[in-house]
């Protein structure tokens, strides 16, 4: 099991840019893709952007494919998101995840381990 902590959310102007943390700690960190995914109250859960076992490969859902960047750092456990050019649509509580593979994937099934969510909020 993967214990994960995000940080780095708060308020921030549209046009604006926020970074994102993901502190993990447990099993083998960099074996495993992680993941970013958010969810708004009373909505499903949303993918956002995905990373492989070892940074090479990245996927992003199409509605934030040029402003947002997601990296890793295996030596320090920790998967960040650089968002830029921030939009009210993407107020959300953003949750970090591991997946239970290697390769890159988009559907909260293939994730087994979730932190518990940092808040993101963009005003207009």
């Known amino acids: 099991q993967v214990q994960l902590v995000e940080s780095g959310g708060g308020l921030v102007q549209a046009g604006g840019s926020l970074r994102l943390s993901c502190a993990a700690s447990g099993r083998a960190f960099s074996s495993y893709a992680m993941g970013w995914f958010r969810q708004v109250p009373g909505k499903v859960r949303e993918f956002v952007a995905a990373?492989?076992?070892?940074?090479?490969?990245?996927y992003y859902a199409d509605t934030v494919k040029g402003r947002f960047t997601i990296s890793r750092d295996n030596a320090k456990n920790t998967m960040y998101l650089q968002m830029n050019s921030l939009k009210p649509e993407d107020a959300a509580v953003y949750l970090c995840?591991?997946?239970?593979?290697?390769?890159?994937?988009?559907?909260?099934?293939?994730?087994?381990?979730w932190g518990q969510g940092t808040q993101v909020t963009v005003s207009s």
């Open positions: 990373i492989s076992w070892n940074g090479g490969s990245t």
């Open positions: 995840a591991c997946a239970t593979g290697r390769l890159l994937r988009d559907s909260t099934r293939d994730y087994g381990d």
